[in-house]
C-alpha cells in the first residue's frame, strides 16, 4: 500500500542529496551580527529603564539587568549545546501521520481556496468588529478588553499586512524556485528561513510560557506568589531573545543533512504546532482570567498569547501549503506512477459521481 | 484474521471520545459563564471594604482581611489608585481583589451593595432587604464556587471544575483503543471489508462531507478536552487563590500539557491511521471488481 508519505521527497534518491543544506557561515555570521545589533538597539532604545540607560552612560547592574544576562546566556548555551550534540541533525519520522499528510499534499488546492476563505474572513470580522489593529482580532472576539481603535493605526495596519508577506516570502524563499529543472537555492536563503522561523516559534514558546505562567497566577508581583514578569520591561526582551536564540539553534540542527524541503517542512510543522498549543492554552486561561485584566489585558500572559497566536496560525498556514505542494509536484517528478494513481483515484471517484 | 468487530469497536468509541469531549465543554462553558460574576462580586466586596462598609468578621467564612495601597491599570497608559484586598478564608484557601473607580464620580457609598445585590438577582439567589455586602457575598461566592455537579450515569456528583481533569485521560485512553483497533484492520488481511463505517467507506456528496467532518471532529476532541483542563485549572486558581507551592503549580501544568499533548498526537494519527485504512479498503475494493471483471471476460 502506498499511502505512507516518506519525510519529504528526499528518501526517494538519498544518494543525490539534492539540495542539502551547508552552513555558510560568512552569511550566518552577518545575519547574527545583524540580529545582535538589533538586540542592543532594543536596549538603547530601553533607556526608559532604570536598569539600562546606554545613551546616558548608566548600565547599573540591577537584579533586572543580571536576570536578563542570565536567560540570554542560558537560550544560547542551550542553543549551542543542542548543535554539538547533534552534528548530523535529527531524525524525524512523519510515519504515523503519512495518510494524513498525503491527503492534505494531494488535496492542496482546495487547502489554498480554504486559506484564501480564511483570510478574507479574517479580513471581514476585523472590518465588522473593528479592533485596534488587524493582528489584535482575537482579542475582540474571546477577550473584550475594549481596545479602541485609532484612525492613526492605518498605516501600522499596512506595516503588519507588508510584514506579515514579506516573512512569508523570506521563508519560503530557502526551499527555492519552482523550475523543472531546479537549482539549489543559495545558502543564505535557508539562513534567513532559519531566522523566520526562530521568531515564530520563539514568540510561539514566550507566548505558551506567559500563558502558563498566567495561569498559575505567577506573572503578576502583585499576587504575592513568587513568579516571573515575563510580558514587560526588560525581563520580557530578554525571555524572548533567549527563546528566539535556543530556536536559531534549533533551527540549523533541523536543518543539518537533509533536503532543504524537508528542513522548511519540519520549521513549519513546529511553527504550526506550537502556534496551536500556544492558542489552545491561551484560549481557556484567558476565558477564566479576562474579568480580572479588563481594564487593561496589557500585563496579562494569556492575553499577549491569544492575541500573538492568531496572526502566528495564520502566517503559518500559507507557507504550509506551499511545502505540501512542492511535496506532491516532487513526488510526481521522481514517482511516474503517483500521477497516474492520482489520475485513477479521481476518475474512479468521478465515475461514482456519475 | 477478521477484524470487523475491531472496527466496530474503534466506532463505537469514538462516539464516545466525541461525547465526553462535549460534556467536558459543557462543563466548562457553565464555570466560564460564572467567572464574570465572581470576580465582580469580588471587586464589589473589595470597594465595600475601601468605603469601610464590611470587615473580615462581617463575611461568613473570611478569617481575614489585608488591605495594600496599590496602582490599577485602566488602560494601557491610564493608572488609578487602587486597594488590593487579600481575602483569607477559614479554610486557608485566599483571593485577591482590587478597589478601584476608573471613573471618581463613580465612587458612591451605595455602589458596591447595589452591586451585589444585581450580581446575587441574575443567579435568582434569595436577597433580603436587611443583607448587608458580607452576606450577599458569601451567598454569592459559595453559590459559583463549591457548586457540584451530577454526573448521572456513574451516580456520583463531582465539583464542576474536577470534570475536564477526569475526562481528559479517559479521552486520551479511549483513542489509544481507537488507534489500537484500527491499526488491527490495517494490518488485517481483510481490512473488515464487510464491515460498514461511513469513515472507512468510499463515500460521495452528504456522506463525504459528513465522513470528513466526523473525522475532523475526532482529531480534534482532545485538543478540546485538554484545553479544558486549562480552563478548569485557571478556574480553580483564582476562584480558591489556591494555596499551592511552585512545585504543584510545575507538576500541575506538566501533567495538563502531557494530557493536552499526548491527545493530540493520539486524535492526528487515528485521523491518519483512518485515512489510510480507507485507501487499503478501496484498494480491495478495486482488486475484487477487477476479479470479478476478468472473471466476466472469461
Redesign the interface.
Given at each position: 500500500?502506498s499511502?505512507?508519505l516518506p519525510e519529504g521527497p528526499s528518501r526517494a534518491q538519498p544518494a543525490r542529496r539534492r539540495g542539502v543544506y551547508r552552513p555558510h557561515w560568512p552569511s550566518v555570521a552577518a545575519f547574527s551580527l545583524a540580529a545582535s545589533a538589533v538586540l542592543v538597539g532594543w536596549y538603547i532604545n530601553g533607556g526608559k529603564s532604570d536598569d539600562f540607560d546606554v545613551l546616558a552612560g548608566r548600565v547599573s547592574l540591577t537584579e533586572g539587568v543580571r536576570q536578563s544576562a542570565g536567560w540570554l546566556a542560558g537560550g544560547l548555551a542551550l542553543a549551542l549545546l543542542m548543535l554539538v550534540v547533534r552534528p548530523s541533525g535529527v531524525r524525524w519520522h512523519t510515519r504515523?501521520?503519512?495518510?494524513?499528510?498525503?491527503?492534505l499534499a494531494l488535496h492542496w488546492r482546495a487547502l489554498l481556496v480554504a486559506y484564501g476563505v480564511v483570510i478574507v474572513a479574517w479580513a471581514a470580522t476585523v472590518v465588522a468588529l473593528r479592533p485596534p489593529a488587524w493582528p489584535l482580532l482575537f482579542d475582540a472576539l474571546f477577550s473584550h478588553s475594549g481596545?479602541e481603535p485609532d484612525d492613526s493605526v492605518f498605516w501600522y495596519n499596512v506595516a503588519f499586512a507588508a510584514a506579515f508577506v514579506v516573512l512569508q516570502l523570506v521563508f519560503i524563499s530557502g526551499v527555492g524556485g519552482v523550475r523543472i529543472r531546479r537549482e539549489p537555492a543559495r545558502p543564505w536563503k535557508l539562513t534567513f528561513s532559519i531566522a523566520v522561523f526562530a521568531v515564530a516559534t520563539g514568540l510561539a514558546a514566550w507566548g505558551t510560557v506567559a500563558a502558563?505562567l498566567?495561569?498559575?497566577?505567577?506573572i503578576d508581583a502583585?499576587?504575592?506568589r513568587?513568579g516571573l514578569p515575563i510580558v514587560s520591561g526588560t525581563l520580557a526582551a530578554a525571555v524572548l531573545s533567549a527563546s528566539w536564540l535556543f530556536w536559531l539553534g534549533a533551527g540549523w540542527v533541523l536543518a543539518r543533512g537533509v533536503p532543504r524541503e524537508t528542513a522548511l517542512g519540519r520549521m513549519i510543522t513546529l511553527v504550526l504546532a506550537g502556534s496551536?498549543?500556544e492558542f489552545?492554552?491561551a484560549?481557556?486561561?484567558e476565558?477564566?482570567?479576562r474579568?480580572?485584566t479588563k481594564?487593561?489585558p496589557?500585563?496579562s500572559g494569556s492575553w499577549v498569547a491569544l492575541v500573538s497566536a492568531g496572526p502566528l496560525l495564520l502566517w503559518s498556514i500559507g507557507p504550509g501549503i506551499f511545502l505540501l505542494y512542492r511535496f506532491e509536484w516532487q513526488r510526481t517528478q521522481e514517482d511516474p506512477a503517483h500521477a497516474r494513481r492520482v489520475l485513477q483515484r479521481k476518475t474512479?471517484?468521478n465515475g461514482?459521481?456519475r | 484474521m477478521k477484524t470487523g468487530s475491531y472496527l466496530s469497536s474503534a466506532r463505537t468509541t469514538s462516539l464516545l471520545v466525541l461525547l465526553l469531549a462535549y460534556v467536558s465543554v459543557d462543563q466548562?462553558t457553565s464555570f466560564?459563564n460564572s467567572?464574570?460574576a465572581l470576580?465582580?462580586a469580588r471587586e464589589a466586596l473589595a470597594r465595600a471594604f475601601a468605603l469601610q462598609q464590611v470587615s473580615a468578621t462581617q463575611v461568613p467564612g473570611v478569617m481575614a482581611m489585608r488591605p495594600?495601597q496599590?496602582r490599577?491599570?485602566?488602560?494601557?497608559f491610564?493608572k488609578v489608585d487602587a486597594t488590593?484586598l487579600?481575602v483569607i478564608r477559614t479554610d486557608n484557601r485566599k483571593w485577591?481583589a482590587d478597589a478601584?473607580w476608573?471613573d471618581a464620580q463613580e465612587r458612591q457609598p451605595p455602589e458596591p451593595r447595589t452591586a451585589l445585590v444585581r450580581i446575587a438577582r441574575e443567579l435568582y439567589l434569595p436577597v433580603a432587604d436587611a443583607a448587608d455586602p458580607g452576606e450577599l457575598f458569601a451567598a454569592i461566592e459559595h453559590h459559583l464556587t463549591d457548586e457540584r455537579v451530577e454526573i448521572a450515569p456513574l451516580g456520583f456528583a463531582m465539583r464542576a471544575d474536577l470534570t475536564p481533569w477526569v475526562i481528559g485521560p479517559v479521552v486520551v485512553g479511549l483513542l489509544a483503543l481507537m488507534r489500537n483497533c484500527t491499526r488491527s484492520v490495517l494490518a488485517g488481511d481483510d481490512h473488515a471489508i464487510e464491515e460498514p463505517w461511513l469513515l472507512v467507506d468510499?463515500g460521495?456528496?452528504a456522506e463525504r462531507a459528513v465522513a470528513g467532518l466526523w473525522m475532523t471532529a475526532i482529531a480534534l476532541a482532545p485538543?478540546v478536552s485538554?484545553?479544558?483542563i486549562?480552563?478548569a485549572?485557571?478556574?480553580r486558581?483564582?476562584a480558591d487563590?489556591s494555596m499551592?507551592t511552585?512545585l504543584t503549580?510545575v507538576t500541575?501544568?506538566a501533567v495538563a500539557?502531557t494530557v493536552?499533548?499526548s491527545g493530540?498526537w493520539l486524535g492526528?494519527?487515528v485521523?491518519?491511521?483512518l485515512?489510510?485504512l480507507r485507501?487499503?479498503r478501496r484498494?480491495r475494493h478495486?482488486a475484487e471488481a477487477r476479479r470479478v471483471e476478468a472473471i466476466e471476460a472469461n
Open positions: 500500500m499511502v505512507v504515523p501521520i503519512g495518510a494524513l499528510l498525503d491527503l481596545l502558563c498566567q495561569l498559575v497566577d505567577r502583585s499576587s504575592g513568587q496551536w498549543i489552545m492554552v484560549l481557556p486561561v476565558l477564566v482570567t474579568d480580572r481594564d487593561c496589557c500585563g474512479r471517484r461514482a459521481r | 466548562v466560564l467567572a464574570g470576580q465582580q495594600v496599590t490599577h491599570s485602566c488602560g494601557f491610564d488590593q487579600t485577591r478601584f476608573c468510499e460521495v456528496g485538543w485538554g484545553s479544558t486549562f480552563a485549572f485557571a478556574w486558581v483564582y487563590g499551592t511552585a503549580d500541575l501544568v500539557a493536552l499533548l493530540g492526528m494519527t485521523a491518519s491511521d485515512i489510510a485507501a487499503a484498494q478495486d
